[in-house]
C-alpha cells in the first residue's frame, strides 16, 4: 500500500496545472537483456545496431523527441559506453536539442524491472512518463493516447497506471512478432484491459469468468494488435516495481497488475491505433521486416533520405521503386537494383548486380554477378565476385570470397578489428552462424552479458587464437567459427529460432485445422517434460510410506506429507492417487523381490491395504477418483501379468475396506476395457465372479432397500 | 553575454524550425498551408539577419545561404522555403547595390546585347561595410511579409474577373488560396463547383465542406469520374504546391488527370499560384520531385499477409506539363506560362539559383 501514500502525497505537492505544464519525460531502456542477437550482440550492443544505416536507437529518440518528449533517461547496461558515445556524438547531446537526453548506466541492471526500480530509487520521474526499449522504431503520434490517459488519471483519481499502445494488425502480418502475441480482453468503452495473455505456443485461451462479470456490458477480446512496446506509465509504476521486486519484464507487470486489481484498485488501458507503425526490433525475423518496412516507407517521415539524425554526409537520394542511394555510390555495367534497395555512402558494386530488397551499408565493396536478396550488410563489408546472398545478415567488417552461397538466414558476427571471412567456393546452409568468437568459450563465459565487455573482449581475442579455424566449415581461406551448423538437429532449431524468431506459419487456414489433431500430441508434449517430477515423487511417496511402515506413523501425518510432496514436484490430483495406488501395489514387489509367487503378494499386499486405507480413502472421494484409481490397478496388473489372479482379492479386500465402492467398480468394468489386453483381463474367471457377485450384492441390496 | 544568448537562441529557433520541416507532413502533405511556411521563414531569416554576427552584406549571404541549404534539404518537397531564401538573397543584393549608389535597376535591364557582351557574371564582393544596410534589409524583409501576409486576399481580390454567375467550376483536393478565390465570388455571384476528391488522402472532402459552409453549390466526386464530368464544367480552378520554373506545375496526385482532361473539353484551366510558390527548380530533377509517403493510406497496415507480397506507393505530386495551364493567376496578376521566366528573373538572381 505504501504507492497509494506516494501517490496521495504527490497529488498534495502538484496541482493539476502544474502537472501540465511539466515537461513530458520518457525512460528509454537501451538494453534488451536477452542474447537474441548473440553472437552480434557480444560486439555491439542491441540499440546500436543498425536498421536502415542508423542505429536502432536513434529511431526510439527521434520518435520520442517527435512526440515532444523533453527529456529521455536513457538506462544502459550491456556495453554502455558505445551507448554512450554514440549518443554524446548524436544530435540528441546538442545544446540546441529539443530532447535533453539523461544517460544512466550501471551494471547491475538485469531486467526492465531493475531498471524501474531504479528509477523510483532515484526519482527520476515527476509525472506521466513513456516507457519505450531502444529497438522500437515508431512513427505513431501517442499524443492522443497521452491526452487519455492524462483524462482518465483526472477522472478516476489515479488508478490507472498504465496505458499500452497497441497498433491494429491482423493476425499473420510479417511485422508482428509471434514471441509478442497477445490476446488482450478489454472493456470497449474505457479501454481498461481485463485480462492479457501471450499467445506463444498455446492451444487453449482461458479466460476467467470474473472479468465478464463486472464493468460496463460489452466486451472486446482482441489478437489483431500488435505490441509496440510503447507505454505510457505513471509515476506509480516505477513505485510499484519497487513495491513487487519479483517483477522483471512489463508482461509481469500487467499481470501482476490485472491479479491484483481488486486488492490495490490499479487499472491498465489500452489505446489502439489504425495510423502510424510501430514495432520493435525484438529478433532478427524483425530485424528484417522492421528493415523492409522502413525501406517500403512505412515509418514516414523516418525514411532513410530524410537523414533524421542530422549527421554529415548522411543523406541519400531516393528515386522510383524505393531505391535509394547513398553520396559517391558506384554502379557497375548491367547491374540492377530492382526495388526496395538501400546503398550508403561511399560504397562500389561491380557489373551485372542483382539487388532487391537489400540494406547494403557505408564503405562496402561488392564484386561483379552478385546476387542480393533481402540481404543485410553493415558497414565495411567486402563481397568477391559471383556471390549470392539471400536473407541473410552480414556485419561490419565481413569478407566474403568468391562463389560464396549464403542461404536464408545465415548470418556473421564480428569483432571489429579481426573479421569474418568466408570462402571461396562454399555454399553455408539454411541458419548458419558464423563469428570471431568462439562457440565453446562462450560457454566458458556463460551468461555474463551483463559483466563490464573491455577486458573480457582482451583476454577472449587470445584464446581464439589459440583455435584454428575449420576450412571445411568456413572455406580454404576463411576466418570464423560456426555457431550453428544447420536447422537439422532440434537443438539448433531451437537456437535458430531464438535468433530469428519463430518463422510465422505461411497457411495459417492449415494450422488451424491441425490444430485438433495437434491437441492430443501436445498434452503428451506438455506432459513429458514433468515426467522427472513424477518420477521423483513416487520416490518419495515410496520412501515416505516406507518409513511410515517403519515407524508406525498415523495415516493422517503420511497424507500431510504426500500433500506437501504433492505441491513440492507440482503434481496432479490424479497422478498423486495413480501413484500412491501403484506404489502400494508394488510394495511387496520392492520389499521382497520380483520372485513372489501370487500368494505371497496377496499375503503380503492385503494387510499393508488395510493399514493405508485412511490413506486412501483420503484421496478417494469422487466417482471420477474411483475410476482413476481402479485404471491405476489395472495398469499394474496388466503390467506384472503372472499376477493377474491377484487383482481380483485386492480388489475385494479395497472394496471390503470400502476405499472403492461397487458402482465405480462395476462401471469400470463394463467401459474401461480399451485394448486386447484389457479385455483379456477381464475374461479372468475370478474376477468374472467377484463382479457376479457383486451385482448380487447390489441386487440384494436394493430389494432390501425396497 | 548577452550575444551569445541572442545567438544560442537563434540556433535553437533554426533547430526547431528543422525539425518541424523535416516532421511536417505526415500524410496529407503539410500541417501549415505554404503561405506560413513561407512567412516563417522570412521571419527567421530577418532574426539570422538582426542576430548573426555580419559586416558586410557578402558574409550576411554566406550566412544566409548556409541556413537555406539546410532549410532546403531539410524537406526537399517544400520549396517555398527555397524560394524565401532566394528572395532574401535578392533583397540584400538589391539594398547593397543601393547603399553603393549605383541602381541595380539598371543593371537588370537584360537585353540581347547585353548578355553577349557581360561575359560572365558581375564581379561584386560585397565586402564593403555600409552602416545602415542592416536596418535596410531588415525593413525590405518586412516589406516581403507584408506582401506575403496579403497573397491570399490579392488573388481572391480577382476572383470575380474570372468567375461568372451560373459556372459549372471543377477543383481538385483542397487549397487554400482557391478556397478563399472561390468564397470571394460567391460574395457576389451563384455559382456550382465540383470537387474531385484527391484519394486517398480525400482532403476535397475538407474542402467541400468548407464551400458548402459559405454557402456554394458543392459536388464531390471521385477521382475516376473527372472525364466524365469535364464537359460540363466552364473552368477549372486549381491550387498547386509548386510553380516550377517551364511554367509547368508540381501539384497534388490527381492534378494531371484534371489538366488531360481539361484539356480534351477544352476547358481553361486556371491555376491560382502565390508568387512565393514560384521556384526555379526545374521539373528534370528527378530526386527531389517526387515525394512517397506510407502506404498506409493506399492499403492498410492492416490488411496483414498481402503486404509482404506487393509493393504499394504512395506518392504525393504530380507534374503538370506548361502546355495544359491556360492562365496563372498570382498576387500580382495573370500569367500565361510562358511569361513565368520572366517573373522568375524579377523575383530571384540568376546567380542564386543552386544555393
Redesign the interface.
Known sequence: MSSRGGKQKKGNVTSEQEEEEQPLQAVLVADSFNRRFFPISKDQPRALLPLGNVAMIDYTLEFL??TGVQETFVFCCWMSNKIKDHLLKSKWC?????NVVHIITSDLYRSLGDVLRDVDAKNLVRNDFILVYGDVVS?I?VSQALQEHRHRRKVDKNISVMTMVF?????????RCEEDDVIVAMDSKSKRVLHYQKTQGLKKLQFPMNIFQHGSDEFEIRH?LLDCHISICSPQVAELFTDNFDYQTRNDFVRGILVNEEILGNQIHLYVT????GARVSNLQMYD?VSSDMV??????LTPE???T?QQGQ?C???R??VYRGAEVSLGHGSQME??VLIGRDTSIGANCHISNSVIGNNCTIGDNVVLDRAHMWNNVHISSNVEIHQSVVCDGAVVKEAVRLNKQCYFSMLPVSQVVIGPNLSLPEGTVVSMHHPEEEEEDDDDEFLSDDQEVGHSKDKTRQKAFNPAEVGPEGKGYIWKASMNDTEDEELAQCLWGLVLNPDPESDSESEASEESQDRSRSVSPEIDDVNAFQLEVLGTLQRGLEENIVCDNLVLEINSLKYAYNITLKEVMQILTRVVLEYPFQQQGTQLTTLQYTGSLLPLLKTWSPVFKNYIKRAQDHLDCLSAVEELFLEQDTHQTAMVKVLMKMYQLEILEEEAILKWFSTGATNDKSRQLRKNQGLQKFIQWLKEAEDESSEEGE | MPGADKE?DL??RI??F??DL??????TGPIRGSGETARETTALLRKVTAQARWSSAGDLMEIIRKEGRRMT?AQPSETTVGNMVLRVLKIIREEYARSRGSSEETDQQESLHKLLTSGGLSDENFRQHYVHLKANVIEAINELLTELEGTTDNIAMQALEHIHSNEVIMTVGRSRTVEAFLKDAARKRKFHVIVAECAPFCQGHEMATNLSKASIETTVIADAAIFAVMSRVNKVIIGTQTVLANGGLRAVNGTHTVALAARHHSTPLIVCAPMFKLSPQFPNE???F?K?????EVL??????I??KV????PVFDYVPPELITLFISNIGGNAPSYIYRLMSELYHPEDHDL
Open positions: 523527441t517527435s546538442r545544446p540546441t536539442s529539443p512513427n503520434d497498433k491494429e494488425s491482423s493476425p499473420g502480418h510479417k511485422s489483431d489504425q495510423d502510424g507503425y521486416s517500403r516507407r512505412w515509418v514516414y517521415p530524410a537523414n533524421f542530422d543523406g537520394t531516393h528515386s521503386h524505393n526495388e526496395n | 544560442a540556433t535553437e533547430e526547431a528543422l525539425a523535416k516532421r511536417g507532413g505526415c500524410g534539404a528527378e530526386d527531389t517526387h512517397f509517403v506510407s502506404p498506409h492498410p497496415f492492416t490488411e496483414g499477409e503486404l509482404s509493393n504499394v506507393h504512395c
